[in-house]
C-alpha cells in the first residue's frame, strides 16, 4: 500500500466521526485537545516526508481491523504527549487455586493503554472500525442497532456494542491489569469509527432509508453514510440516472478491502467507465455462481475530478462526497480523481439471507 494511502487512513481514523452517540450507553473516545494538536503535528511531517509510514507498512495486513489498529498504534507511539503503555496486551485469568495467574487462560486483549503526559490521566481505549449495512423491517425482524448486520451477517452494532461495554471496556478493571502496568487505568472509552450504509429510498445517491427516530438516537448525526443496492437493482440505477457534473461523467473504483477507510483518492487510470463497471460485475456474479469468488458484496465509489468533486459536495458533510483534500495525490498532467460516495453492490439474495 502506497505511502500516500496509509497517510490518508490515518488521518481519517484521526478525525472521522463516532459511529454512535452518547446516549447508546458506551463510552466514547475523545482526544484531548493538547494530545490532538500533537498527533496533528506528527501527521504533517509525515505527510511532508514520510518515515514511519514507510516503513511500518511496507508488508500487507491481512485484516481491516489489524490494519487500522497499526495506524493508531504508529500515531500513539509518535506523539510526544502520549507515552503507550501497553497495545494489544493480553489479559491473563488467575488461578483460584494458585493465585497466580494462568499462561494459558486470557480474559481478552487490551487493545490500548496510554498515559497523557499532560494530565498524567491513563486510558484504556478499545478500537473498532465498523462498516454495517442497514436492514429495514421489511428484511428482518430485528430493531435497534439491530439492524445494522455487517456484510457476512456475523455480527451487529447492537452485538458490537454490548461487547464493548459488557466485556472489552471492563477489562482494564481488573485488579491483574493494574498489577501488570504498574498502575490503576483512569478510564475506558471505545474508539468507534466506520461508516454505515442504508438503502435508497429515492432517485438521489443519498436519499437513505433512515431508520426510526429511537433508533437514530443512538447514533451520531455526523456518522458517515452510504448506499447499498443488489446487484440488479444498481445495474438499472447506473443505466438510467448516470448523471453528467460539467463535461466529465462519474467514473467508479471497486475499493479494495484494505482501503474501506478514507474517501478514495485515485488517477484516472485507476477507475473504470460504466461500460467497464458493468463487465467487473458480470464477471463478480459468474464466479458467485462458480463458487470462485465468495464475496457477497463490493464497495464501489463514484468518482469525479477533484475540482468538480469539490464543488459538488461542501465540505464536512457526512457521506465520503467531502473527501479530504488535504494531501491531494500527485500525478502530473493525468486528472485526479476523488471519491463523491459510496456504496455496496450486494448479490441479489443477499438480503433474504440477512
Given at each position: 500500500m502506497s505511502s500516500h494511502q496509509v497517510w490518508r487512513d490515518l488521518d481519517w481514523l484521526i478525525h472521522s466521526p463516532d459511529l454512535l452517540s452518547a446516549d447508546a450507553g458506551v463510552p466514547l473516545a475523545k482526544w484531548p485537545d493538547a494530545v490532538l494538536k500533537a498527533i496533528e503535528q506528527w501527521l504533517i511531517q509525515e505527510r511532508n516526508a514520510p518515515c514511519v509510514i514507510h516503513h511500518a507498512f511496507s508488508s500487507p495486513y491481512r485484516r481491516l481491523g489489524l490494519y487500522a489498529e497499526a495506524l493508531l498504534?504508529?500515531?500513539?507511539?509518535h506523539t510526544a504527549s502520549v507515552q503507550l503503555l501497553a497495545q494489544h496486551a493480553a489479559v491473563h485469568l488467575v488461578d483460584p487455586r494458585t493465585g497466580s495467574q494462568s499462561a494459558r487462560q486470557t480474559a481478552g486483549e487490551l487493545d490500548f493503554v496510554w498515559r497523557d503526559r499532560l494530565s498524567q490521566r491513563i486510558w484504556h481505549w478499545e478500537l473498532?472500525?465498523?462498516?454495517?449495512?442497514?436492514?429495514?423491517?421489511?428484511?428482518?425482524?430485528?430493531?435497534?442497532?439491530?439492524?445494522?448486520?455487517?456484510?457476512?451477517?456475523?455480527?451487529?452494532?447492537?452485538?458490537?456494542?454490548?461487547?464493548?461495554?459488557?466485556?472489552?471496556?471492563?477489562?482494564?478493571?481488573?485488579?491483574?491489569?493494574s498489577a501488570m502496568l504498574g498502575t490503576p487505568v483512569d478510564a475506558a472509552a471505545a474508539y468507534l469509527k466506520g461508516w454505515l450504509f442504508y438503502p435508497l429510498s429515492g432517485s438521489h445517491w443519498d436519499d437513505y432509508a433512515l431508520p426510526d427516530d429511537a433508533t437514530r438516537h443512538l447514533l451520531n448525526p455526523q456518522h458517515l453514510k452510504g448506499w447499498w443496492l443488489t446487484e440488479t437493482a444498481f445495474r438499472e440505477r447506473l443505466n438510467h440516472s448516470q448523471p453528467r457534473l460539467r463535461a466529465a461523467a462519474w467514473r467508479w473504483r471497486v475499493v479494495p478491502r484494505l482501503q474501506w477507510l478514507a474517501p478514495q483518492q485515485a488517477n484516472a487510470g485507476d477507475t473504470l467507465d460504466n461500460r467497464s463497471l458493468q463487465a467487473l460485475l458480470l464477471a463478480w456474479r459468474t464466479a458467485r455462481a462458480a463458487q470462485t469468488d465468495p464475496r457477497p458484496g463490493l464497495m464501489i465509489a463514484a468518482m469525479a475530478p477533484s475540482d468538480i468533486a469539490a464543488r459538488h459536495h461542501a465540505p464536512g458533510g457526512n457521506s465520503s462526497a467531502?473527501?479530504?483534500?488535504?494531501?491531494?495525490?500527485?500525478?502530473?498532467?493525468?486528472?485526479?480523481?476523488?471519491?463523491?460516495?459510496?456504496?455496496?453492490?450486494?448479490?441479489?439474495d443477499w438480503p433474504e439471507g440477512a
Open positions: 498504534g504508529e500515531a500513539l507511539k473498532a472500525v465498523k462498516l454495517y449495512l442497514y436492514l429495514p423491517s421489511t428484511l428482518t425482524p430485528n430493531s435497534g442497532l439491530d439492524q445494522f448486520a455487517g456484510l457476512q451477517r456475523r455480527d451487529t452494532l447492537a452485538r458490537k456494542t454490548a461487547r464493548l461495554r459488557d466485556h472489552q471496556l471492563a477489562l482494564s478493571s481488573l485488579p491483574t491489569v467531502a473527501a479530504d483534500q488535504r494531501e491531494p495525490l500527485s500525478s502530473g498532467a493525468e486528472p485526479i480523481y476523488n471519491e463523491i460516495h459510496r456504496g455496496f453492490v450486494v448479490a441479489d
